[in-house]
């Protein structure tokens, strides 16, 4: 059974940064497709990053509205995927969770993040607050 486990979430001031990491086990980190979501109290759960791998070669990106902001990377060593977050906002507040799925045998990863339904593993989540 794959297993995802966050941490790095906390409390930080507008302006802060912090580093997500989630890491995987009995997974197949670089192969698997790799997110990261966020959902904030009221609201549906978001894509906030994707990082796969494809033709040997990492893709990563990130949404329009964290571009310049936010970064995701791996590191296969540790089998962990990384979101650092800088120049928080208040509304970045969330719970911030990673997700993993198997390559679809159609298309492999498609290099950004597929629908909240079609992702098989889920970490527990790390909540991110920041105050203004």
């Known amino acids: 059974q794959v297993q995802l486990v966050e941490s790095g979430g906390g409390s930080v001031q507008s302006g802060g940064s912090l580093r997500l990491s989630c890491v995987v086990t009995?997974?197949?980190?670089?192969?698997?497709?790799m997110a990261w979501f966020r959902q904030a109290p009221g609201k549906e759960r978001e894509g906030v990053a994707a990082?796969?791998?494809?033709?040997?070669?990492?893709?990563?990106i990130v949404a329009d509205s964290m571009k310049g902001r936010f970064s995701v990377s791996g590191d296969y060593t540790k089998n962990t995927l990384y979101l650092q977050m800088n120049s928080l906002k208040p509304e970045d507040t969330a719970m911030y969770y990673c997700?993993?799925?198997?390559?679809?045998?159609?298309?492999?990863?498609?290099?950004?993040?597929?629908?909240?339904?079609?992702?098989?593993?889920w970490g527990q989540g790390t909540q991110v607050t920041v105050s203004s």
């Open positions: 997700a993993a799925v198997e390559p679809k045998e159609e298309y492999g990863c498609p290099g950004y993040w597929l629908p909240v339904s079609e992702y098989k593993y």
């Open positions: 009995r997974g197949s980190f670089g192969r698997d497709c």
């Open positions: 990082l796969d791998y494809y033709d040997g070669r990492a893709r990563n």
